[in-house]
């Protein structure tokens, strides 16, 4: 297995790409890298990593235009990489723009597939994993494209989760079946008659953290509101936690013997566990840490991918759809 690496264009710039690997490479040494990115920054890694220098960085900013502008950057250079069978996948923490232009240029998509899905996992009440895509690729979709989002859901999650019927559901501003836009109605209808779909019916906002279903289909417009409300939410009900803590001496006392708890309820929704996103879709794996990635973070990403070709995850999906 070799691991292409994007190491610039992320918050944390490449010292936090370089101790990531470091950690990934301690625990599993069978793990090969080429890393692309700037040669002086990556001395760390030359003694058992493959350094590919590249002259430009494609940063948060830029979007879509910058993937033929910036063709010797490291995203593009990675991208290259796997598109010639060098390496088998790519992590990166640059601009989703570029990484998806760059991705549907190079790589592609699979046949007969009209879109990709930003696709993320994210733990629920019931100590279950759930899967969500769209998430931000397509600022609009099609009912014929959320349908192929439910094959591919379905696909996911029977291959990187194990599920045997996996249960699907589509989001909405309602749970009956006549909810929602002519869009939503229309894909609702379409999903429903997928043969060897376990299809529940319209998820709500307020309930996408219940874990009653194990993939979410969404346009990309609404599933990245969706996540985001997520994770405000949840750093919103932190901050309140911490005050009320804070609050009295009483309550302080309170803290201390809750801290433990406390830690475990933190930790388990914390997104730095689970690594990144998928480009669902693409014909070789692409995953999509967060620009603000910290070191453990773009370790998980890392872990992610290596996870991905090793279960040969596109191909799986590819023989399931």
């Known amino acids: 297995m070799n691991l292409a690496i994007d190491a610039m264009g992320g918050d944390g710039g490449s010292a936090v790409v370089v101790q990531a690997i470091k950690n990934v490479h301690s625990t599993h040494p069978d793990i090969r890298f080429t890393v692309f990115g700037n040669q002086d920054e990556l001395k760390d890694l030359t003694s058992f990593c493959t350094i590919v220098h590249t002259t430009q960085v494609m940063s ?28 088998d996948g790519i992590v990166s ?9 760059a991705s549907l240029l190079i790589l592609r998509t699979f046949e007969n597939l009209e879109r990709p899905a930003l696709t993320i996992t994210f733990p629920t009440l019931k100590h279950t994993l759930c899967d969500m895509l769209d998430v931000g690729c ?3 979709n099609s009912s014929e494209q959320l349908m192929q989002f439910a094959l591919m859901g379905h696909a996911y999650a029977k291959a990187v989760h194990n599920l045997e019927h996996p249960k699907i559901a589509l989001l909405n501003i309602g749970s009956e079946a006549k909810k929602g836009d002519s869009v939503h109605k229309d894909a609702y209808e379409k999903i429903k008659a997928l043969e060897h779909i376990n299809f529940v019916g319209n998820i709500e906002g307020r309930d996408l953290l219940n874990g009653d279903v194990d993939v979410i289909i969404t346009d990309g417009f609404s599933g990245n509101i969706a996540l985001k409300t997520i994770e405000g939410t949840i750093s919103a009900y932190s901050s309140l936690i911490k005050g009320v803590f804070k609050s009295s001496f009483i309550a302080n006392l309170c803290a201390l013997i809750l801290k433990t708890k406390l ?3 933190k930790r388990y929704f914390d997104y730095r566990k689970y690594g990144g996103a998928i480009l669902a879709g693409i014909n070789r794996p692409v995953v999509k840490a967060h620009g603000s990635s910290d070191v453990e973070a773009f370790t998980n990403a890392i872990l992610l991918l290596s996870r991905l070709v090793e279960i040969d995850v596109v191909d799986r999906m590819k023989e399931l759809l």
């Open 263 to 265: 830690v475990e309820m």
């Open 93 to 101: 923490c640059g601009s989703t723009a570029a990484l998806l232009a």
């Open 60 to 87: 948060m900013e830029e979007g879509p235009l910058a993937v033929r502008r910036k063709s010797d950057s490291s995203m593009i250079k990675a991208i290259e990489a796997v598109k010639q069978g060098q390496c």
């Open 138 to 140: 397509n600022a609009e």
